[in-house]
């Protein structure tokens, strides 16, 4: 942990309100990209993450208490997200739930999982390990990844493999649990 | 996403989709009945998504615009001296009616 991110934590888990307050930015400032990231793949998109992340800091300063213990930016991460962004994430759905047929458990999973062997690692173990896992797939099965990753959709990926539609998304689905286990066994080995 | 009746590859492929153009909720909001039934018994659905949201943190985080700080600062801010607002009015409140609660205690005991 950078010593910015130190003294803005000290700060911020401080017993005085105004001390809070006061150290709010100096913690905003070193960690806003950071959080804004992780979030981001939940909701997939800037103007909710700022959203979400308003209320996250919010809550933060009026109970900092989780955070006092905190020792790396991993485990601050790890801590936010359990204790503080969840709450938020679910709030975002709550809302939307009478409306929809998935059961309110479902909902949950989806928009505000519990952490998955993946989803505890930092950016750059997941950027290592998907990288390392794309290696060991197939040509056909890693161009599909790749190109959903860089924005096509799945009527153009079929396209550029010259296949159909469904094709295309049952090739998706298989690669994609391929993946989940490889990159779980490449955690395990690490 | 108005196909109905999707298979479990292709609800995995609308949820990815929605995940990488951040509209979940249309994603959700598509879903029939049957199709919410498939999602909640399938156990690789659920393996998938967890691979989903690590491709979209590392194909898609790192190209997220990232505002202003100081403008979002500003809202954190607001959001905090809300709450104080909040907080110093409910003890206002609380401290008014007690003295309220007490007034009238000692008007019935004069009376009496």
Same mark, same amino acid.
């Given at each position: 942990m950078n010593k910015r991110l130190r003294n803005a934590l000290k700060g911020i888990v401080a017993p005085d309100t105004e001390r809070r307050r006061r150290a709010m930015e100096p913690f905003v400032r070193a960690t806003f990209e950071m959080f804004s990231r992780y979030l981001y793949r939940y909701l997939g998109n800037e103007v909710e993450c700022e959203d979400v992340l308003e209320d996250v800091y919010a809550d933060i300063w009026e !109970?900092?208490? *989780?955070? *006092? !213990?905190v020792s790396n930016e991993k485990e601050l991460v790890r801590t936010v997200y359990l204790y503080y962004m969840r709450k938020r994430l679910r709030e975002v759905y709550r809302r939307m739930n009478r409306h929809l047929y998935l059961s309110q458990n479902d909902l949950t999973n989806l928009t505000a999982p519990e952490l998955g062997v993946l989803e505890s690692l930092s950016q750059e173990e997941l950027e290592d390990a998907l990288h390392q896992a794309l290696k060991r797939l197939k040509s056909r099965e890693r161009r599909a990844i790749e190109l959903w990753m860089a924005g096509m959709s799945s009527r153009a990926i079929a396209n550029e493999l010259k296949t159909t539609v469904g094709a295309t998304k049952m090739l998706k689905f298989r690669t994609i649990l391929k993946l989940k286990k490889i990159m779980s066994d490449y955690c395990q080995d690490n | 996403m108005a196909d109905t009746n999707r298979t479990i590859q292709e609800l995995l492929s609308d949820y990815a989709g929605s995940l990488r153009d951040g509209c979940v909720p249309v994603f959700l909001k598509s879903l029939t009945r049957e199709e919410a039934q498939m999602i909640g018994d399938s156990k690789d659905f659920w393996d998938a998504t967890e691979v989903v949201r690590v491709l979209n943190s590392v194909g898609f985080a790192r190209k997220a615009v990232t505002p202003d700080v100081g403008l979002f600062m500003s809202r954190v801010d607001a959001n905090i001296t809300s709450r104080l607002k909040k907080a110093k009015a409910g003890t206002r409140r609380r401290r008014t009616n007690g003295a309220r609660a007490s007034h009238k205690s000692q008007r019935a005991e004069e009376m009496i």
């Open positions: !109970n900092p208490e *989780r955070l *006092r !213990n | -």
